[in-house]
C-alpha cells in the first residue's frame, strides 16, 4: 500500500490469518480484545471468525472433540462518504496509505449485513459519541 498498489486478497488472507489466531489466543486466557482492521470484505471478517479454513475442532480433555473454537466478534462499521473519509485521510502525515487508495477501499468494500453481528455508525458523529454509542451495544 505504502507503494500506492491496493490489496488484493492474496496479500490480506495471511495477515487476516494471524489477526484470527491472536484473537482466539487472547479470548482463551480471559482477555477482552479490540483489533482495528479494515475487514472490508464479509470473506474477510469470516476468517476474522473462523480462520481461513473454518478453526480446528476443541477437545474437551475426553478425547472427544467439540465444536470449532470461533471469536466471537462484533463488527463496527464506521460509515462515511468518501468526500468526508478522503478530507479526513488528506490531514494525515506520515501514513501507510496514500489517499489515492481510498477509492480501491471503497471499491472493495463489502458492508456487514445480517446475518452477521454488525453495528453502523457514521463518521459524522463526534468520537465520544462513536465511543458510548460502541460500549452501550456491548453491555
Not at 27 to 41: F, N, P, T, W
Request: proline share 6%; glycine share 8%; charged share 25%.
Amino acid at each position: 500500500m505504502g507503494k500506492g498498489i491496493p490489496l488484493n486478497d492474496q496479500d490480506r488472507i495471511p495477515w487476516l490469518c494471524n489477526l484470527h489466531d491472536i484473537l482466539l489466543r487472547d479470548v482463551a486466557s480471559g482477555q477482552h480484545v479490540v483489533l482495528a482492521c479494515s475487514g472490508l470484505k464479509k470473506m474477510y471478517r469470516d476468517i476474522l471468525i473462523r480462520g481461513k479454513d473454518g478453526t480446528p475442532l476443541k477437545s474437551d480433555g475426553t478425547g472427544e472433540d467439540k465444536q470449532p473454537a470461533e471469536v466471537k466478534l462484533l463488527v463496527v462499521h464506521l460509515n462515511g462518504s468518501f468526500e468526508v473519509i478522503s478530507g479526513r485521510l488528506l490531514k494525515r502525515k506520515g501514513h501507510f496509505m496514500p489517499p489515492e487508495l481510498l477509492q480501491s477501499q471503497f471499491d472493495t468494500l463489502e458492508p456487514p449485513s445480517a446475518p452477521e453481528n454488525f453495528i453502523q455508525i457514521s463518521v459524522d458523529k463526534n468520537l465520544s459519541e462513536i465511543i458510548a454509542t460502541i460500549m452501550d451495544t456491548l453491555r
